[in-house]
């Protein structure tokens, strides 16, 4: 048993640890020119936390510091008499709040969520996870954690058989088999998610930014410093309960607006890295 849990837990960490070495090797094989070295704040954004809300609740903030959305003394959120329109979500924020009048922040939320200018950041970010995950890399990677996740079970099994016929007590490594059926399970599953969600915003962090000049814009300060950067009044509104909202909810409004959002798009040809 204690040889078994001790190859369980080399494979993981060895796994883990080959895993970002080769999705790290992968951003170097996509054309410099291919758009996901050219995606904007919000679009990393809903890659690294896979929530809509989070989109939302960074262009709502940033319209309460510049003074365009004013938050009431009943802790409702309005419109200010001078607005400040920086980009299409902004536009499509007052818009809505505009129509709504003094509204909570998890109705105005609600509201928000099925509109195309945030729907589409999903719908096209879905995109780019299904791009990568159909790769022949990310293929090739995934059959080799599967077959080594095997190779474990198998010999687990083997352990119990021989266990059983030697009428010794099998409960244990049963137990660890198991309970090792489940961890691949879950591991494989997060996976299909590490590209997205851990390696191509670490990049921009640790790599693409530090071209640029991102210092005096909000939305790239949100993507780096996360809601460190939110103001003390609207932390309060946030901490307000409010619903759980992913994006599989996010598909069922239609607009004129339905084009992919930003430099995104849900046609991934032109990239390296099949």
């Known amino acids: 048993m204690i040889s ?22 992968t951003i170097h094989l996509f054309d410099k020119n291919c758009f996901i070295f050219d995606l ?29 959305i004013k938050i009431n003394a009943d802790k409702t959120i309005s419109v200010n008499d001078v607005t400040i329109i920086k980009s299409r979500e902004d536009r499509q924020i007052i818009a809505s709040l505009e129509d709504l009048g003094k509204s909570s922040y998890s109705n105005f939320l609600n509201q928000l969520i099925p509109k195309p200018v945030f729907s589409n950041i999903v719908r096209s970010m879905d995109e780019v996870k299904k791009y990568f995950s159909r790769s022949k890399i990310f293929s090739h990677l995934f059959v080799l954690n ?10 687990g099994l083997l352990r119990i058989v021989t266990g059983v016929l030697r009428e010794k007590p099998v409960v244990q490594i049963t137990l660890a088999v198991i309970v090792l059926l489940f961890l691949m399970i879950g591991y494989l599953f997060r996976l299909t998610n590490v590209f997205s969600s851990k390696v191509l915003p670490g990049a921009y962090t640790k790599e693409i930014l530090s071209k640029r000049n991102t ?7 949100y993507f780096l410093l996360g809601t460190a950067i939110f103001t003390t009044s609207f932390v309060s509104l946030t901490n307000r309960p409010t619903p759980d909202n992913s994006g599989g909810n ?18 991934c040809g032109g990239c390296g890295g099949d």
């Open 4 to 25: 078994y849990l001790g190859l369980i837990v080399i494979l993981f960490a060895g796994l883990e640890w080959y895993n970002r070495r080769k999705f790290e090797q």
């Open 40 to 68: 904007r704040p919000f679009e990393l954004i809903y890659l690294k936390n896979m929530n809509i809300s989070s989109i939302i609740n960074g262009s709502v903030n940033e319209l309460i510091g510049n003074g365009s």
């Open 146 to 155: 599967f077959t080594l996740f095997l190779i474990l079970i198998m010999f």
């Open 215 to 221: 210092e005096n814009d909000w939305q790239w300060n």
């Open 250 to 267: 996010c598909g069922t409004s239609s607009s004129s607006d339905s084009s992919c959002g930003g430099s995104s798009c849900s046609s």
